[in-house]
């Protein structure tokens, strides 16, 4: 298998797709095991994926995309990056799980604080979900207070603290918040629009908060980008009232710069949650902050959270490669390659007349079909959802795979080169034309 499918290709078999989703619907829940793969915020039938390697995915019909998804962000170097594969190699070989301290645990430790200093101490989690109720949990025991602020359309996983006006999925599905989640305890989630300070002045003052809690630059709603002066805004409220700040950066991180949201906009969190890029595609989440909080986490502080696989060592070694090879020039290159895709897009767009606004922060990017500014999930919501639907399907007959949802971030690795770029391009050029003219 080499290039992906001809541009034209509007006539790709997918009868073996078909026939595993076939099965997969008797076994799973929508025939997924993440809500948003399912592809219900687009139609149609999920990409069932057999390999993939560098920008390219293949799917069980043998067809190749050029992956913009990238696992939901974890695939900074591509797709089965060698340097990833032969670690996790060499550690498996040593064993897949010990339940005792390793060595792996401190050295990835060491590579997440080298870029994030204020993260002076760490626990390891398996997900993003687990890191963020773990914050939630310590941010409370440490100040006293129940209620934490999030913002409309920030996802941070789906503990039920923060099943509250949540992005991703339940933002894809248009779904209220969820039934299951006891009412005391969603009562004391508040939220406020993105972006807005004043808001969140009003309601910090007016509330005990115990954290504020964001994503630094927004992936689940869309892509949302935090107006100048909004992040040290919330650092000045949480400083005076009382609140801790926290950036869930589990898809920002090691994404929107080489040092994260606080080496990107200045401003230093208490807490911090990271994940996907720092397992390189293996199951490893992170929370972390100043050693006199983090030391409140037990066994050396009353507050308890554990795991049996956390720290797991293939996932580690997994990490430690991943953040091992995306050295500051990396990062930079693929920066570099994500600004080109994002102006050719937004080139293409104005081509063909529609409605468009699209940006990066690093290696993070997304557009809407809306004229713009794009600063809060109400105004991602005005966007042209039906033309993103047709455009999507356009984009994936023609061997490009893009987020199934109008509210998802994109994302970009190292294995895109100015050649996967340019053959992109010209393949969305198409499909936007063929999404416009069936728009018409
Ligand atoms: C993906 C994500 C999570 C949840 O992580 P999981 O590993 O899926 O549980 C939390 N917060 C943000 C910002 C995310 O993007």
């Known amino acids: ?9 509007s006539s790709m078999s997918t009868a073996r797709s078909a026939e595993v989703m076939a099965r997969s619907r008797a076994r799973f829940p929508g025939g997924v095991n ?13 990409i069932v994926a057999a390999r993939g390697a560098g920008a390219r995915v293949w799917d069980v019909d043998g067809n190749a995309y050029y992956d913009y998804v990238l696992s939901w962000g974890p695939l900074v170097l591509g797709h089965a990056p060698p340097v990833v594969l032969e670690a996790v190699a060499a550690a498996m070989r040593d064993g897949t799980s010990f339940g005792m301290p390793t060595e792996r645990e401190v050295q990835l430790a060491d590579l997440i604080a080298a870029r994030m200093p204020h993260i002076e101490m760490v626990r390891f989690t ?18 006293g207070r129940e209620h934490l602020l999030k913002f ?7 503990a039920d603290s923060f099943l509250v006006k949540a992005g991703s999925g339940v933002a894809t599905l248009g779904l209220p918040d969820s039934p299951g989640v006891p009412e005391a305890l969603a009562k004391l989630t508040l939220t406020c629009a993105y972006n807005d300070l004043e808001a969140v002045e009003r309601i910090a003052r007016s509330v005990p908060l115990a954290a504020i809690m964001l994503e630094p630059v927004v992936g689940n709603g869309g892509y949302i980008e935090p107006q100048p002066g909004f992040i040290a805004g919330l650092r000045r409220i949480a400083d005076e009232t009382g609140a801790l700040l926290v950036f869930d950066e589990v898809m920002t991180g090691f994404r929107i710069a080489w040092g994260g949201a606080a080496e990107c906009f200045g ?17 490893v989440a992170a ?13 050396t502080g009353p507050v308890y ?14 990490g430690i490669a991943t953040l091992g090879a995306l050295t500051r020039e990396v990062h930079d290159g693929i920066t570099t390659q994500t600004a080109a895709l994002v102006q050719g897009l937004r080139d293409i767009a104005a081509r063909h007349g529609v409605p468009f606004t699209a ?18 999930f109400e105004d991602a919501k005005q966007s042209e959802v039906p033309l993103f639907r047709r455009f999507f399907h356009a984009a994936r007959r023609r061997g490009v795979s893009l987020a199934p949802s109008a509210f998802e971030a994109a994302f970009m690795s190292s294995a895109h080169g100015p050649a996967e770029i340019a053959d992109t391009l010209t393949r969305l050029d198409d499909a936007l034309g063929a999404a416009v003219a069936e728009r018409d």
């Not at 963020?132 to 440490?142: C, D, E, K």
């Not at 006199?292 to 066994?299: G, H, V, Y």
């Not at 959270?305 to 997994?318: D, E, K, W």
Request: with cysteine.
């Open 34 to 46: 993440s809500p948003v793969r399912a592809f219900r915020g687009v139609g149609g039938d999920p």
């Open 267 to 283: 401003v230093t969190p208490d807490l911090t949650a990271l994940g996907k890029v720092i397992g390189g595609g293996l199951p």
């Open 305 to 318: 959270q554990a795991g049996t696989l956390s720290g797991n060592p293939l996932a580690m070694a997994a």
């Open 152 to 158: 409309e359309g920030c996802y941070h996983g789906h």
């Open 287 to 299: 929370y972390g902050g100043a050693r006199a909080l983090m030391e409140r986490i037990a066994p």
């Open 1 to 9: 298998m080499t290039a992906p499918d001809s541009p034209v290709s």
């Open 359 to 376: 940006s990066h922060t690093g290696s993070m990017w997304g557009f809407f079909f809306h004229p713009g500014p794009v600063h809060t």
């Open 126 to 143: 398996s997900s993003g979900t687990e890191a963020a109720m773990s914050i939630a949990r310590l941010a409370r025991a440490v100040t």
